[in-house]
């Protein structure tokens, strides 16, 4: 995907916008829940290999397959393919056994 990894600072703004998306789109004061929501624990699991890993890793080839550029979680056009984004990240974190997802109700 890239000849470098991306900087920290990258994965770390990454990370917020993952987070807050996945609260406007399926939190407490969300009108729908239209997935599975990632549990904490698993955005917590720093360790080489871990949870937090294969949810970045997840998130870079799903961007890489669409050709974007640059996550773009403020554009409404794109919530929908934000949201399959995150259905492949939960896909992930089955097929690896590292997170227990509940879901919402």
């Keep these: 995907m890239q000849s470098e990894p991306p900087p920290v600072r990258s994965l770390a703004a990454l990370l917020i916008q993952l987070l807050q998306f996945q609260e406007d789109t399926c939190g407490r004061d969300a009108r729908l829940t239209p997935f599975v929501k990632?549990?904490?624990?698993c955005f917590q699991d720093v360790k080489?290999?871990?949870?937090?890993?294969?949810?970045?890793?997840?998130?870079?080839?799903?961007r890489s397959e669409q050709t974007w550029r640059r996550f773009d979680f403020g554009n409404p056009s794109r919530s929908e393919k934000h949201v399959e984004m995150f259905s492949i990240m939960e896909k992930?974190?089955?097929?690896?056994?590292?997170?227990?997802?509940?879901?919402?109700?």
């Design 92 to 105: 992930a974190l089955i097929q690896v056994k590292l997170c227990l997802l509940l879901y919402i109700q």
């Design 48 to 62: 080489p290999g871990g949870a937090l890993c294969h949810v970045i890793l997840s998130a870079f080839k799903f």
């Design 38 to 41: 990632i549990p904490m624990k």
